[in-house]
């Protein structure tokens, strides 16, 4: 296996926590690998939450050492987990595995612009919590009879579908970085992540993106991307890679 030299112990404890976090919701999932220069961009689909997450890392030196070699492979979570040693700030890139559908689906790299009306980290806070709270709610004044999977799942697609505010941005993109800590104040540390913020192509601050069909919150630790509501898989300006 490929050695992966990260720039340094934060960046190994960062990318081991990611992965815990995907491996959390779903023991087999796999993760896409995409690096380029000293830049490694870690593709996961955490289950349920119907979003791609995408954490970057730093690296040392280039993928084999080489300035102008790129590596593009979808791999097991589990097993990259498995391969990173935090004190010596390396991993191991794994064998190859049949990738599923969305790792052969990816947001565009470029063309992105910034979309209005984002609220503050603390206001999307307050949103989740009220999200989840209803949803408690709601399925625990359910009548025994009535708590199916399928009803559950009704009542939750229906508060995780809403938008925020007066964005086309979905509650659950921002359940999802929440839940995967992307979304925080700057100062939370735990559960093997640095105070250092993290954010795709060096920007550091929390905004909502879009590039033609996706949408992309960008916060300091990471990015969760979505696909607009009325989108199609077979939209044409999708970046399939």
């Keep these: 296996m490929t050695a ?38 870690v593709f996961g689909r955490p289950a ?6 995408v954490r970057t890392v730093r690296l040392a030196e280039p993928y084999r ?24 700030a390396t991993a191991a890139v794994p064998a190859a ?14 063309g992105w612009r910034a979309e209005p009306g984002l609220p503050p980290a603390g206001v999307l806070g307050a949103t989740v919590a009220a999200a ?4 408690r709610s709601r399925t625990g ?14 009542i939750g697609r229906e508060i995780w579908s809403r938008l925020v505010g007066e964005t086309q941005l979905p509650v659950r993109a921002v359940h999802a970085a929440q839940s995967l800590r992307f979304l ?21 601050d929390l905004a909502l993106l879009s590039s033609g069909t996706w949408l992309r919150l960008r916060t300091p630790y990471g990015s969760i991307a979505v696909r607009r509501a009325e989108a199609g898989l077979g939209s044409l300006d999708v970046s399939v890679r």
């Design 65 to 88: 050492n080489d300035p102008d070699a790129t590596l593009d492979v979808t791999v097991s979570a589990g097993e990259l987990l498995e391969s990173v040693d935090e004190s010596a």
């Design 132 to 135: 989840v709270a209803e949803f």
């Design 48 to 53: 349920s939450f119907e979003v791609l997450a």
């Design 141 to 154: 004044e359910l009548a025994q009879e009535h708590r199916t999977r399928a009803e559950l799942d009704r």
């Design 184 to 204: 925080r104040p700057p100062a939370a540390v735990g559960e093997g992540d640095s105070a250092r913020p993290r954010a795709a192509s060096g920007e550091e």
């Design 97 to 110: 595995v049949t990738g599923p559908p969305w790792a052969g689906v990816l947001p565009p790299r470029g």
């Design 4 to 41: 992966l030299h990260l720039a340094d112990e934060t960046e190994a404890a960062d990318l081991a926590a990611f992965l815990s976090r995907l491996l959390h919701y779903d023991r087999s999932a796999a993760v896409r690998l995409q690096a380029s220069g000293t830049a490694l961009a």
